[in-house]
């Protein structure tokens, strides 16, 4: 259960011991979905939109010290998914999907899960951003499918994600709660949880404009999320509420 850090390191080597048993990272692997993606750098064509997850989730593993094997990158095709998750099964022991997690035409990813034998643990959560997600295993691997939007990614990357791979490392790696006094009026829908991006200033937590799912530039200026719950709609200035601190 102890973390091997430097002076853990060199402890060891001082006693003369060269190995130890430990639990290893997660090999991880990125698969981003979409026909209408384009790297960065390029110029977009009609209907294309520059692919961000990646960068996202290979900058949010960075902050965990985790590598990432490899990125891939799977067109509006079935059979082409299914490729390409059961070639991340091989190879790693993580795999993040963005995109295809919801019903329409060309999301491919249930039926990749069902096609490679990945056991479906779950589907849609009752929470703003995120609902679509998608979590299933196959042996010891875990396969999150994520929503497109990129604050979606985001965000169910720091509420589930970090949290699986604590699990997987035997650790208690997960983002730090703080109960905090709310700096202004808040309202929303009763039907589903919301996290939204807001500021903590040591004191209190006031909530970011722009808190659409395609938006990241809101994401970029928080530094946590904050929690409303599903059942609950007012909020009052001064009121205690959960906020979830974003790892910096």
Do not use: W
């Not at 990945?118 to 929503?147: M, N, S, W, Y």
Request: include cysteine.
């Amino acid at each position: 259960g102890h973390l091997l850090n430097p002076a853990s390191i060199g402890f060891l080597a001082g006693m003369g011991i060269s190995s130890v048993t430990a639990y290893p990272q997660p090999r991880v692997t990125i698969l981003v979905t979409g026909n209408e993606l384009q790297l960065p750098g390029n110029p977009l064509e009609y209907g294309q939109v520059y692919e961000s997850n990646s960068f996202t989730l290979k900058a949010c593993l960075s902050q965990l010290h985790i590598r990432v094997a490899a990125v891939l990158q799977s067109g509006d095709n079935a059979l082409q998914l299914q490729a390409m998750l059961e070639q991340a099964l091989e190879t790693s022991d993580l795999i993040l999907i963005t995109g295809g997690v919801s019903v329409g035409d060309y999301d491919f990813t249930m039926d990749a899960f069902a096609s490679c034998g990945v056991k479906q643990v779950f589907h849609k959560i009752r929470q703003k951003p995120g609902k679509p997600l998608l979590f299933g295993t196959r042996d010891e691997k875990a396969v999150f499918g994520l929503p497109g939007n990129p604050a979606s990614v985001l965000t169910c990357f720091y509420e589930y994600v970090i949290p699986a791979i604590g699990r997987m490392m035997h650790s208690a790696k997960s983002i730090e709660s703080k109960r905090v006094a709310l700096e202004h009026d808040h309202q929303k829908p009763a039907a589903l949880n919301h996290f939204s991006k807001a500021l903590y200033n040591g004191q209190t937590v006031s909530l970011q404009t722009g808190q659409e799912s395609y938006k990241l530039s809101s994401f970029a200026l928080a530094n946590c999320l904050a929690v409303f719950p599903e059942g609950e709609t007012v909020f009052n200035k001064g009121q205690l509420i959960d906020i979830h601190l974003l790892p910096q």
